[in-house]
């Protein structure tokens, strides 16, 4: 099976950084992805990291390390529209039908 | 404007009825989902299919049932056996899974209320 691990929830100001760590366990590992999901919204794609290092996408970026089970996202100059839960998702090699395990998502609160 | 779309948005049922939960995309996307989603949690999958008239089941199966014979529809149904329905459903789409980076594209969501 998978286990996968993101703290609850993180508070930041607005202009902050804030990091959100990932750990996970799984055989195969075949990918991680980063979503973000507002309050009684749908997921949207944010990042995916295969190979070890950073991604960086504008003020987000998302960091892996395969040997460790471990990634972060790094969201820098924090807006208020950030206030969003965030959701880190595993795959596995030869995972039938793409499928992903999505770890229990970060609520992040932005203060002004 | 292509995407995936769910309805309703809103659903309220009494217990022991059974409920299908409309979900339609037009990405041409082979592969679909379902998942499951309970207040302040992650996604659980309940049912996924890679292809036309076949699907197999998630990690929650239990409850529901699927069908997919068109490509672009993947209705969810939630049985009256499933003991604690209320939750916000989520459907979602993707390309050939075959392919390695290959994102899930989300639909908005049905939250689904049992009286």
């Known amino acids: 099976g998978q286990n996968i691990d993101q703290p609850t929830e993180m508070t930041a100001t607005e202009g902050a950084i804030v990091q959100i760590n990932c750990t996970y366990q799984t055989s195969g590992f075949n990918g991680l992805f980063w979503y973000q999901q507002h309050a009684g919204e749908a997921p949207t794609f944010l990042s995916y990291?295969?190979?070890?290092g950073l991604e960086e996408k504008g003020r987000f970026s998302s960091f892996l390390s395969r040997s460790k089970g471990y990634s972060y996202l790094l969201l820098k100059e924090l807006q208020m529209k950030d206030s969003a839960s965030y959701l880190c998702a595993v795959r596995q090699i030869k995972a039938a039908g793409n499928k992903l395990t999505f770890g229990g998502g970060t609520r992040v609160l932005v203060k002004p | 404007d292509g995407g995936i779309t769910q309805s309703p948005k809103y659903l309220f049922r009494k217990e022991g009825q059974n409920v299908t939960l409309s979900c339609e995309q037009n990405l041409n996307h082979d592969a679909m989902y379902w998942y499951r989603q309970d207040p302040g949690q992650g996604l659980r999958l309940i049912y996924y299919s890679q292809i036309v008239n076949d699907f197999q089941k998630g990690d929650i199966a239990e409850g529901y049932s699927v069908s997919r014979e068109k490509k672009e529809s993947f209705p969810l149904t939630v049985t009256s056996a499933q003991k604690n329905p209320t939750a916000f459903y989520l459907c979602?789409?993707?390309?050939?899974?075959?392919?390695?980076?290959?994102?899930?594209?989300f639909g908005p969501g049905t939250r689904l209320t049992v009286l």
């Open positions: 979602a789409s993707s390309m050939n899974s075959v392919i390695p980076y290959n994102e899930q594209f």
């Open positions: 990291n295969v190979l070890d």
